[in-house]
């Protein structure tokens, strides 16, 4: 069982800036892919970008520019930065990790870009 804990949700203008942050109670290899989805209202469940290895990075095309995917081995996390934040951003963002053909979730974290 792996257990996700997300942090760095929070409200911000547009335009601004958020980091997200999930750690891992346990190692996720880095050839294991984590990643961030959101659920934005009235929109269904999406990607928003992933990693697999050190240079593997995959993009919601709405994101791409914006926000950028890392991970961190020795802290078993991974991080979302968000820059030039839009409204059409607000969601729950939730932390994914595939790990033995399973994959887990975080609780979720809040995401608020206002006009």
């Known amino acids: 069982q792996v257990q996700l804990v997300e942090s760095g949700g929070g409200s911000v203008q547009a335009g601004g800036s958020l980091r997200l942050s999930c750690v891992a109670f346990?190692?996720?290899?880095?050839?294991?892919?984590m990643g961030w989805y959101r659920q934005s209202p009235g929109k269904e469940h999406e990607l928003v970008a992933t990693?697999?290895?050190?240079?593997?990075?995959n993009y919601a095309d709405s994101v791409k520019g914006r926000f950028t995917i890392s991970r961190d081995q020795t802290k078993k996390a991974v991080y979302l930065q968000m820059n030039s934040l839009k409204p059409e951003d607000t969601g729950v963002y939730y932390c994914?990790?595939?790990?033995?053909?399973?994959?887990?979730w975080g609780q979720g974290t809040q995401v608020t870009v206002s006009s």
């Open positions: 994914y990790a595939n790990y033995g053909s399973t994959e887990y």
């Open positions: 346990q190692s996720i290899p880095s050839h294991n892919p």
């Open positions: 990693m697999t290895g050190v240079v593997s990075m």
